[in-house]
Nanobody, 121 residues
Framework: QVQLVESGGGLVQPGGSLRLSCAASGSIFSTNAMGWYRQAPEKQRELVATITSGDRTNYADSVKGRFTISGDNAKNTVYLQMNSLKPDDTAVYYC???????????????WGQGTQVTVSS
């Protein structure tokens, strides 16, 4: 099995910054991508940012220029630096990893429990 542990959420004022971390552990043979989604109350879960094992990144338009995703493949860890936060960024942020547990296994996606980010004055 694969487990993900997120950290770094909290309450921040508009314009502030937070850094989210997510570490994947367990029976990981290799990863293909890691990233973050978020879900605000009464809204659908949406992509925030992803990073592939080759360090290609992808961002939602709403966070481009403000958020930066990075990863450490050796540690199966992904980070999300969030700057210039806005109230609209308030949501539960979920980490995911696309990983396989052996050389012959398919890649599957695994999810963390989520961490709350609240942007409010």
């Amino acid at each position: 099995q694969v487990q993900l542990v997120e950290s770094g959420g909290g309450l921040v004022q508009p314009g502030g910054s937070l850094r989210l971390s997510c570490a994947a552990s367990g029976s990981i043979f290799s990863t293909n991508a890691m990233g973050w989604y978020r879900q605000a109350p009464e809204k659908q879960r949406e992509l925030v940012a992803t990073i592939t094992s080759g360090d290609r990144t992808n961002y939602a338009d709403s966070v481009k220029g403000r958020f930066t995703i990075s990863g450490d493949n050796a540690k199966n860890t992904v980070y999300l630096q969030m700057n210039s936060l806005k109230p609209d960024d308030t949501a539960v942020y979920y980490c995911y990893v696309l990983a396989r547990t052996s050389a012959r296994a398919w890649y599957n996606d695994y999810w963390g429990q989520g961490t709350q980010v609240t942007v409010s004055s």
